[in-house]
């Protein structure tokens, strides 16, 4: 039962590189959300998707960029990373329906950009 | 935009206390939910609730929806090591109906 993964696990990147982080849920979960964690700023809604091909901007979009070819997989891309986007991120998903508020979250992956 | 006020930011207790923390919003929601985050590790779901006035346990965890849907409290009964991580509240309400979560709560917990 693999759940939802993310990987790398760990990524240290120079500002300017694009990055991009993987997700992948075995659910078949309708909804995939991208958070960032950030000391003082708790869990902040990057993207979301409500299915595959529709995607949607959430709290703290600028500068990250999202696809959902496939209903599994959610990667987010860094298109030119920042020092301000030095964070952990943290991939989920939910059910549809009522219940779709309950989210299920990865283990994170830690972004540090130099 | 909306904001989730937590409090307090960081608890350090002894094991066996019992520990409390709250959730505040300046709208009204229509669903509280409780995560606990362990280190290193992803947020999970504790509790859900739908209802103003609703009291929900899971074990020696108990969480209520205030009755004026602008607030959340969660209690934790006799801590154990185990219960140390972040705790969250989140709520979905207000102008935008989105989820959205509070900053967190440290609990430490001193065997």
């Known amino acids: 039962d693999a759940g939802i993964t993310q990987s790398p696990r760990y990524k240290i990147t120079e500002t300017g590189r694009q990055v991009t982080l993987m997700c992948h849920q075995t659910?078949?979960?309708?909804?995939m959300f991208w958070y960032r964690q950030d000391l003082g700023h708790g869990l902040r809604l990057i993207y979301y998707?409500?299915?595959?091909?529709?995607?949607d901007k959430g709290e703290v979009p600028d500068g990250y960029v999202v696809s959902r070819s496939k209903t599994e997989n959610f990667p987010l891309t860094l298109e030119s990373a920042t020092r301000s986007q030095t964070s952990v991120y943290f991939c989920?998903?939910?059910?549809?329906?009522?219940?779709?508020?309950?989210?299920?979250f990865g283990s994170g992956t830690q972004l540090s950009v130099l | 935009g909306q904001q989730l006020n937590q409090s307090p930011q960081s608890m350090f207790i002894q094991e066996g206390e019992d520990v409390s923390m709250n959730c505040t919003s300046s709208?009204?929601?229509?669903?509280w939910l409780w995560y606990k985050q362990d280190p290193g590790e992803g947020p999970v779901l504790l509790i859900a609730?739908?209802?103003?006035?609703e009291l929900t346990s899971n074990g020696r965890l108990t969480a209520q929806f205030g009755i004026t849907r602008k607030d959340s409290f969660l209690n934790i009964s006799a801590s154990i090591p185990s219960d140390v991580g972040i705790y969250f509240c989140?709520?979905?309400?207000?102008?935008?109906?989105?989820?959205?979560f509070g900053t967190g709560t440290l609990l430490a917990v001193q065997p």
């Open positions: 709208s009204i929601f229509n669903t």
């Open positions: 989140a709520g979905r309400g207000g102008a935008t109906n989105k989820l959205i």
């Open positions: 659910w078949s979960h309708s909804y």
């Open positions: 998707s409500a299915a595959a091909d529709i995607t």
């Open positions: 989920a998903s939910s059910p549809d329906g009522l219940r779709r508020e309950k989210l299920f």
């Open positions: 609730l739908y209802k103003a006035g």
